[in-house]
């Protein structure tokens, strides 16, 4: 069964700082992973996703989450942290072809001025 | 234009109604999702349909029950609401079930059951 863990329920970087998001995997089959950010009162946006063809993957808003299979990890991160990237981020596997999507937990992450 | 558009966006009603939220997709997809987030923000797929059939049904108390008129819409009827059902319903669409296919979400549907 697939599974992802963020470790860390809560971040919180000063503007202009390096943002580092921790997600974990686990799955019996080679996975396909994604994040997503949710803004207050919205809905989920995708940021990224691996799909195996790159291990290094850049998404929207100056985001990227490099695949690491030896750590089982697809860790999001940014150069330069903005007040606007403030916000709950879900890191997701596919949980089969039903199209499935199993989350982890959630990280907010807080950008102080 | 909204891509996934849910109704109503907020909804507080009484212990032991019934009430139902509906949503709408343009994207041309056919396939469409309903998750609850809980207070926690924990998410968790409840149901989905392909091509208007029922493909997962996860756990859920059979009090919930979906409705897919057309591809373009799925609808989410809940009987003698209680306590516990308070929380985010996201509806969301793709293209497809492959293991790539990315969701498009909406804005939610905020239940409180007073």
């Known amino acids: 069964a697939q599974s992802v863990t963020q470790l860390g329920s809560h971040v919180s970087v000063s503007e202009g700082a390096l943002v580092l998001l921790r997600c974990n995997y686990s799955?019996?089959?080679?996975?396909?992973l994604f994040w997503y950010v949710q803004y207050p009162n919205q809905g989920l946006q995708l940021l990224l996703k691996?799909?195996?063809?790159?291990?290094l993957v850049k998404g929207i808003n100056g985001f990227e989450a490099e695949f690491k299979k030896s750590e089982t990890s697809f860790h999001l991160t940014k150069p330069s942290a903005h007040m606007s990237d403030a916000a709950e981020y879900f890191c997701?596997?596919?949980?089969?072809?039903?199209?499935?999507?199993?989350f982890g937990q959630g990280t907010t992450l807080q950008v102080k001025p | 234009d909204t891509a996934v558009s849910q109704t109503p966006k907020y909804l507080v009603t009484q212990m032991g109604n019934d009430k139902s939220i509906k949503c709408e997709q343009n994207?041309?997809?056919?396939?469409m999702y309903w998750y609850k987030q809980d207070s926690k923000k924990f998410l968790k797929i409840m149901f989905s349909?392909?091509?208007?059939?029922?493909?997962i049904n996860e756990t859920v108390p059979n009090r919930f029950s979906p409705k897919s008129p057309d591809k373009a819409h799925l609808n989410l009827h809940i009987n003698s609401l209680e306590l516990g059902d308070s929380a985010v319903y996201f509806c969301?669409?793709?293209?497809?079930?492959?293991?790539?296919?990315?969701?498009?979400f909406g804005d939610g549907t905020r239940l409180s059951i007073l």
């Open positions: 969301a669409s793709s293209q497809g079930t492959g293991l790539n296919q990315p969701q498009h």
């Open positions: 349909y392909n091509n208007k059939e029922l493909i």
């Open positions: 997701a596997v596919s949980g089969g072809n039903t199209g499935k999507l199993i």
């Open positions: 994207l041309g997809h056919d396939t």
């Open positions: 691996y799909t195996s063809a790159a291990t």
């Open positions: 799955s019996s089959v080679p996975p396909y």
